[in-house]
């Protein structure tokens, strides 16, 4: 089977504490790509400048990633972000956004990107969103991630794009935002009212809480002594979970696979952040994800025994 993304591909000025780049290979959809090319075909969608060359798509390919869909638009310059943290990582501020090839684009969809049966709406405008998840009608698993901006300017749009999709992924301060609930658990459930089955709130550090089919799951971060650039882990951890779940059409989508996708989602994220931008992820191996899934199961699983508890 395989996995659709449409979603920025970018150019990211990163600074960190531990690091920084003036202009690294990023964007949504390239993170969860190459997350998500450990199980599965991934069709990418987003639009490109004349600046954006063989170097970039090399990452790509080399991962298996179908560019076809890459449109590259002549004189055009490719989306660029700066975002820097501070000590805290989960707390970054954007100093710069220029959209380039964005502010125009149209998603056309190849027949190859419309026939996959899972898609991935990453953070783009929510019309671009629904515009893309009109074009793969077919597929049987639709999730979606947006962020503040879309919240404070498209809000309205967004929850229309939400209310055709199986899955949201938001942060939880995002999910607290879009609905105005102080608590993400009455967050998810008011989102899960709109439509979607599935609502997952990405609590950076701090794992990753699932909320499918009247149950509640949550994962972790897996526990890492340097974290060096948490750009991208959301989608990393989408493209992780969406990946996962792409390579079992044979199983049933429910709570308990999504549960299995939750730990590789996790995995997938845990390992981008060790590095800037997407250099750990672009060298990961089959074997390093299976050994890092085994000890997230190691380290979240406890024996339950009878108690004696005073009274
Ligand atoms: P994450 O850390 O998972 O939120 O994703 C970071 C990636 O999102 C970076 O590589 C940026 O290029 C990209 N990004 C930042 N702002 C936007 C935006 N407004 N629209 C689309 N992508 C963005």
Not at 70 to 90: A, K
Request: some cysteine; proline content about 4%; overall charge negative.
């Amino acid at each position: 089977m395989s996995v659709t993304v449409v979603g920025s591909i970018a150019f990211d000025a990163v600074t960190t504490p531990f690091g920084s780049r003036e202009r690294m290979l990023g964007g949504s959809a390239v993170h969860f790509s190459l997350a998500a090319s450990f199980f599965d075909t991934v069709h990418v969608v987003g639009p490109v400048g004349d600046d954006f060359g063989e170097a970039e798509y090399e990452v790509l390919r080399a991962r298996g990633v179908d560019t076809d869909d890459i449109e590259r638009v002549p004189g055009g310059q490719t989306f660029f972000w700066r975002g820097e943290y501070g000590w805290d990582l989960n707390d970054r501020t954007t100093l710069e956004t220029r959209l380039g090839v964005f502010a125009d684009f149209e998603p056309k969809l190849s027949p190859a990107s419309r026939a996959a049966d899972v898609l991935f709406l990453a953070n783009i405008q929510p019309d671009l969103q629904r515009e893309v998840r009109e074009q793969c009608a077919g597929a049987r698993f639709v999730a979606l991630d947006s962020m503040n901006l879309w919240i404070e300017t498209a809000r309205e749009s967004l929850i229309e794009t939400i209310a055709g999709v199986d899955c949201v992924l938001l942060n939880d301060a995002e999910l607290r935002q879009l609905t105005g609930e102080p608590s993400f658990v009455r967050a998810a459930r008011q989102v899960r009212e709109w439509g979607p089955r599935v609502v997952i709130a990405k609590q950076g550090e701090y794992g990753a809480a699932m909320f499918s089919d009247e149950r509640f799951f949550a994962l972790p971060a897996f526990p890492l002594e340097s974290v060096v650039d948490p750009t991208g882990a959301g989608d990393c951890f989408a493209g992780g979970l969406i990946g996962f779940l792409a390579a079992h059409p044979e199983e049933e989508l429910d709570h308990e696979l999504l549960t299995r996708a939750m730990a590789y989602g996790t995995a997938l994220a845990s390992f981008n952040v060790e590095e800037l931008g997407v250099e750990r992820v672009a060298r990961l191996t089959v074997e390093e994800i299976v050994e890092r899934v085994a000890e997230l199961q190691r380290i979240t699983h406890f024996v339950c025994k009878p108690v004696a508890l005073r009274a």
